[in-house]
């Protein structure tokens, strides 16, 4: 009986691993198309693109600021920082959210860092997201 018990569970724990690992063996690739050439499709792009230099720039070019791109701009329906998180953007994700007023903060604290480059067998599914901005 001892030997059944042992069989199981190494069944089990492989068919756990196995899971745990296939489930990450597929990583996707975001690229963001804009629907025209406004600033605040702009600026949405750069949150999900996680281009910080573009974000600042179109930033400084709203005469109102950070802190009111952050409360007013929507992209695809959602505010600006929740949607540079929402496609893994966490830098511009945190600079927006520490400009933002308190409602549209986000909180980054369970951020998980995975080196794709690192694994060089892993399938990539790619998306293509078309941004528009309210």
């Known amino acids: 009986m001892k030997l059944n018990y042992s069989i199981i569970t190494t069944l089990l724990f492989a068919g756990t691993f196995s899971f745990a690992t296939s489930a990450n063996d597929v990583a996707t690739k975001y690229i963001f198309k804009a629907m025209n050439n406004s600033l605040n499709t702009r600026i949405c792009t750069a949150a999900a693109n996680n281009d910080m230099p573009k974000l ?10 950070a802190r009111h791109v952050t409360s007013t701009l ?9 949607f540079a998180a929402q496609y893994n ?21 369970d951020v998980q860092i995975i080196d794709l480059a690192f694994q060089s067998n892993v399938k990539q599914n790619i998306k293509v997201i078309y941004i528009s901005a309210k």
Do not use: M
Request: hydrophobic share 30%; charged share 40%.
């Open 56 to 65: 600042k720039q179109a930033i400084r070019k709203d005469k109102f600021g």
């Open 74 to 82: 929507v992209c695809n329906d959602k505010d600006v920082t929740h």
């Open 89 to 109: 953007a966490y830098e511009t994700a945190e600079y927006l959210s520490r400009r933002a007023p308190h409602r549209f903060k986000v909180n980054l604290d």
